[in-house]
């Protein structure tokens, strides 16, 4: 069954008002079928076949004069100069909305040519993987990748050649990792310390290389839309906090992948069970901010005392959401600790405390935990985030 994208809505807003619209994240997310689908009389043309890219770069305006509008130019960080020149075809026609549309794989660099060529001229989107609203079939060991979630018994297959994909193409394509054999050993250990604050001379000591190194490795996966960083609240309440920001894999399936967990079973005894389910939701709030048009804002709390809350959402008028993630079927009222603690230090700006949890069979959708905290299971979460 086709899934109806939650940035549809969006699509078709920045259609209406923008001569161009550019849709960036990672690779296979669906950026390629959102547009086909929201303008399915657009000419497309894909940036990354060896033939176009040598006629783009031997006469860029005979390529654009060729094409008929409206257009989809897919990865175009394949051949980034060619925005200077739809630029000038832009200019002539402002008044044509929606007719240039643009994918890229590559959010910073691509960004970075936006900036300078369609300032005013381009509505910028981000498109995630799945969601929990956008299809049901989404779990921890799937992942939220269209391909895997659809065809899960090819999941495994699926990973490993995303993987081999994404570093020939998009990690050569930004920087000239040399060592791609240690490279490849970064991005295991990494999805071992899934969930944890960063701790870059941590990373760097097991595979031989500097911190500069590591602080590039992560600049490529950040901007490649593979990892999700998140930094700690700036408000300390009166309390010393721990100023590093906490890092995870994007989407879980992936991690899964790289830590070798193949079948439910398996990550239901895992010791990183709970890291890859909180890393779960955090992809879950970002996917409804961004799916909103809103920009990112998550962040995590941790003082030099050891209080510990995994998110702070911000909401409208300076308040705030509390959320621990909790990967048991089985709430106890101690896991309110922590949020009813933070609470009485930021008194009336926490708009809500929520322990999100997996579901179980026979617990009701919503239970109260503690005066003030509630508990609901992640698709109950995911319904109200997108409500």
């Not at 993987?129 to 049901?136: G, I, N, R, V």
């Not at 570093?167 to 944890?196: C, K, M, N, W, Y």
């Not at 490795?217 to 950040?222: D, F």
């Amino acid at each position: 069954m086709p899934v109806t994208r939650k940035l549809t809505g969006m699509v078709h807003r920045a259609l209406a008002h923008f001569p161009a619209l550019v849709i960036t994240g990672p690779r296979r997310a669906g950026k390629t079928t959102l547009l086909r689908k929201s303008v399915p009389k657009a000419q497309y043309v894909l940036l990354e076949d060896p033939d176009i890219q040598d006629r783009v770069r031997s006469d860029p305006r005979s390529f654009l004069d060729s094409l008929r509008l409206p257009v989809i130019l897919d990865e175009i960080q394949n051949t980034p100069h060619l925005l200077n020149y739809a630029r000038t075809l832009i200019d002539a026609h402002l008044r044509r909305m929606g007719q240039w549309l643009f994918t890229g794989s590559q959010e910073a660099p691509l960004m970075q040519g936006i900036t300078e060529s369609m300032a005013g001229r381009a509505a910028v989107l981000q498109l995630l993987p799945f969601s929990l609203a956008e299809s049901p079939k989404v779990d921890l060991l799937r992942g939220c990748f269209p391909e895997p979630v659809t065809h899960p018994a090819s999941r495994d297959l699926w990973y490993s050649s995303y993987l081999l994909t994404y570093i020939e193409r998009d990690v050569r394509a930004i920087t000239q990792v040399r060592d791609l054999p240690t490279f490849r050993r970064f991005l295991s250990l990494l999805a071992s310390r899934h969930g944890q604050f960063l701790n870059k001379s941590d990373l760097a000591g097991p595979l031989g290389v500097s911190v500069p190194t590591i602080t590039e490795w992560l600049y490529i996966l950040e901007v490649t839309g593979q990892i999700i960083l998140v930094p700690p609240y700036f408000e300390n309440f009166g309390k010393r906090l721990v100023k590093s920001p906490k890092v995870y894999w994007g989407d879980s399936g992936m991690a899964c992948h790289l830590l070798g967990i193949q079948t439910q079973a398996e990550l239901d005894r895992s010791p990183f069970l709970g890291a890859i389910f909180e890393g779960f939701v955090a992809a879950e709030i970002l996917k409804r901010q961004i799916n909103g048009g809103q920009s990112k804002k998550l962040y995590c709390f941790r003082d030099q005392q050891g209080l510990e809350v995994d998110f702070l959402v911000p909401q409208s008028n300076a308040k705030f959401w509390l959320v621990e993630a909790k990967a048991t079927r089985t709430i106890q009222s101690t896991m309110a600790n922590p949020l009813a603690s933070l609470k009485k230090s930021a008194g009336d700006r926490v708009s809500r405390s929520v322990i999100v949890h997996r579901k179980s069979r026979n617990q009701p959708a919503m239970t109260t935990v503690a005066p003030g905290v509630e508990a609901m299971p992640v698709e109950q979460f995911s319904a109200i985030l997108n409500a």
